[in-house]
């Protein structure tokens, strides 16, 4: 699994949470990814605004 989040360009809107159809992200300072749950689908990099998010299967 690799979800990567570039903290420096995060604007932590929250976009990425909202979409994340298995709720497996959470908003703090930056969003947070609980791997458990995480299926790889990559919508959260396709909603962030300044691509933030990286994800590989």
Do not use: Q, Y
Request: hydrophobic share 40%; proline share 5%; aromatic share 2%.
């Amino acid at each position: 699994m690799a979800w990567t989040l570039d903290k420096n360009k995060c604007l932590r809107c929250g976009g990425c949470v909202a979409v994340c159809p298995v709720g497996a992200l959470e908003l703090h300072v930056h969003p947070e990814i609980d791997t458990k749950k995480c299926v790889l689908c990559g919508t959260c990099a396709k909603a962030c605004p300044v691509s933030a998010i990286t994800v590989k299967k």
